[in-house]
């Protein structure tokens, strides 16, 4: 487990602001490797107990889903879905459902946050596998859609202008998040 976190294996560093949908992808991409982390650490936690390397990664991962992951969820429900929801009904209906998604995500969230901020607790909690399984399941499934149902059609749909607009909103959220 040690040394997973960081720039996760085969993945590169992100775009920056000038390239707001690209971060997001990039966002995504680094989602997918903390739950990945989150996982292995539940093996890890199986072969040595709550030992220093699980509370190294549990910090990572409780620091990562209360700030980045929260400003990627407010990048998209503050900045590209208000743009692309008027655009059509089919738009108007995956924008739904992912704003639906981030609140389901959210919810079990709440629930290991906790946990991960004390990770001794974990062995206490018996309902903490099932709800890494409920929340790895539910971003990559969320990820899937936005990437292939949402996110290559916003690029099509929003002029450069708009994009730029996205990143400044984007980065000015960074400067003050937290």
């Known amino acids: 487990m040690a040394g997973e976190v960081g720039i996760l294996p085969g993945q590169e560093p992100a775009p920056d602001f000038c390239n707001p949908l690209g971060l997001l992808k990039a966002c995504h991409q680094r989602i997918l490797g903390f739950c990945d982390l989150l996982e292995k650490m539940l093996a890890h936690i199986d072969e040595h107990g709550i030992d220093a390397e699980v509370k190294q990664s549990a910090q990572k991962l409780h620091r990562y889903f209360s700030t980045a992951a929260v400003l990627h969820h407010l990048d998209e429900e503050q900045d590209l879905f208000p ?25 079990v969230w709440k629930k290991l946050s906790p946990l991960l901020a004390r990770p001794t607790t974990i062995d206490e909690t018996p309902e903490f596998r099932q709800w890494v399984a409920e929340f ?17 059609i916003a690029q099509h749909m929003l002029s450069s202008e708009q994009l730029q607009q996205i990143g400044k909103n984007m980065k000015e959220r960074r400067k003050h998040f937290g």
């Open 136 to 152: 790895c399941s539910a971003y990559r499934q969320h990820i899937k859609t936005e990437e292939e149902d949402f996110l290559s």
């Open 83 to 107: 743009l692309l929801i008027a655009s059509s009904l089919k738009q108007a209906t995956i924008i739904h459902r992912l704003k639906q998604e981030h609140s389901a995500i959210n919810e």
